[in-house]
């Protein structure tokens, strides 16, 4: 299984969307899981994964969820000798037991062309970083459904921590909660 995973914040609240799919190829998710982190770190620069591990780790407890790997929407490495991101983070934190792989919308320092690729007509790369090989996850991530810079199942992961924290603030305005 495979997940691709995603956060929204608002205030001091995460709304995590993961959905789940058996092989790069594929269209639709088999399965969708959201769930919410309260009191979550505040942005840290620097340190971006303090505040969404937590969060990453959660839908995956609260789901029971085992995935043989884990797409983030980051990076495993910084940079090219390695200095961990929240992908890294990811991937020790859960003992290696899931590959992890980090795609990124905007280069991040030392973050060379080597990590880029382009989808569909975009001129704007996405950049991948992977705790097994770069070269594959490249490949996985090229080959993914959808025609557009973004493959279909990661904007889905998107679009789904959108509407779970926008459906959750309309029910806590409705009901006072």
């Known amino acids: 299984m495979i997940v691709a995973i995603d956060v929204q914040y608002t205030n001091d609240k995460a709304f995590v969307a993961c959905v789940a799919f058996n092989n790069w190829q594929a269209e639709s998710p088999f399965k969708e899981y959201t769930t919410v982190v309260n009191q979550i770190e505040e942005y840290e620069p620097g340190a971006f994964y303090k505040r969404e591990l937590p969060c990453i780790l959660k839908v995956l407890s609260d789901h029971a969820l085992k995935p043989d790997t884990i797409v983030v929407d980051g990076y495993v490495y910084l940079d090219a000798h390695q200095k961990p991101g929240l992908g890294k983070h990811v991937f020790d934190a859960l003992h290696g037991e899931s590959s992890v792989v980090g795609v990124a919308k905007k280069p991040f320092l030392d973050i060379g062309d080597e990590h880029a690729i382009y989808r569909g007509e975009s001129i704007k790369p996405l950049y991948v970083t992977s705790t097994e090989s770069t070269q594959v996850a490249k490949q996985h991530i090229l080959h993914m459904h959808g025609k557009h810079r973004i493959p279909t199942l990661l904007k889905r992961a ?10 959750s603030q309309h029910l806590s305005e409705e009901f006072n909660i």
């Open 158 to 167: 998107d679009q789904l921590c959108r509407e779970f924290a926008k459906s």
